[in-house]
């Protein structure tokens, strides 16, 4: 546990050093909440953009910090040293997930203290199950990240794929535009990035609707086991 806490430790230091994944993933999200705050007319426009925000620190770290870091570290090496050493790569995988994970939580609660503090939402929905939804999309975007790692064979070629998939989920999943002032060809064409349905399911818990997304939860629940299958049967170590 000692060498986990350490590997931990050491992911929070190399991150703070570069930043990349502090701004995409704590104060962008941070700052557009703030933004539409100002924007949202009622609660039920604040509480949905809330939901929405709030997925956009698990992209960053899940699509973007988690591949880039891990084909990093296999390309330079570290992963093949630490194997020949009695302290086990998979600690240091282990820690980078954990680290990208909390980054995430601490993403999401930032904020919600923004929309509650600072523009006076009102959650009225379930926090349980709200909790349980941003679980799940959590792990089926990292998921998709660890597949990125596992199946791309340089740190630049992972660079080009994690853009090519988290600039148009950005944009278009309704994570900083939503979907309803979409031209309705950009919102058929949203409903094939997973955070879209990750995005109306916390919607739905947010707000206390019936729950009828199921084709969603499917889908996020597919990605998950997929993801987490291949990337356990395709990751290398060096």
């Not at 993933?25 to 557009?32: N, Q, T």
């Not at 535009?177 to 349905?197: D, G, K, R, Y």
């Amino acid at each position: 546990m000692r060498t986990f806490w350490l590997f931990y430790t050491a992911e929070f230091k190399l991150s703070l050093r570069e930043m990349s994944s502090f701004i995409f993933g704590l104060f962008l999200p941070i700052g557009l909440m703030a933004l539409m705050g100002f924007l949202a007319s009622s609660n039920e426009e604040l509480t949905s953009s809330f939901a929405a925000v709030a997925t956009i620190g698990l992209v960053a770290t899940g699509v973007m910090s988690l591949p880039l870091s891990l084909s990093s570290y296999r390309e330079r090496k570290v992963l093949k040293r630490y194997k020949v050493t009695p302290v086990s790569p998979s600690q240091l995988l282990l820690a980078h997930v954990a680290y990208c994970f909390s980054l995430s939580i601490i993403s999401m609660l930032s904020v919600y203290l923004v929309a509650t503090l600072g523009f006076g939402m009102e959650f009225v929905g379930s926090h349980m199950r709200f909790i349980l939804f941003y679980v799940l999309v959590m792990i089926s975007i990292h998921a998709i990240g660890m597949v990125i790692a596992s199946l791309s064979p340089r740190e630049k070629t992972t660079g080009a794929i994690s853009s090519a998939i988290f600039f148009p989920m950005f944009l278009l999943s309704g994570a900083t535009i939503p979907l309803s002032v979409m031209p309705n060809a950009l919102e058929s064409l949203a409903q094939i990035f997973p955070l879209t349905h990750g995005i109306q399911l916390l919607q739905t818990a947010v707000q206390q609707q019936p729950f009828d997304h199921w084709f969603s939860l499917f889908i996020l629940l597919i990605i998950t086991v997929i993801g987490v299958v291949v990337s356990i049967r395709s990751f290398k170590w060096e």
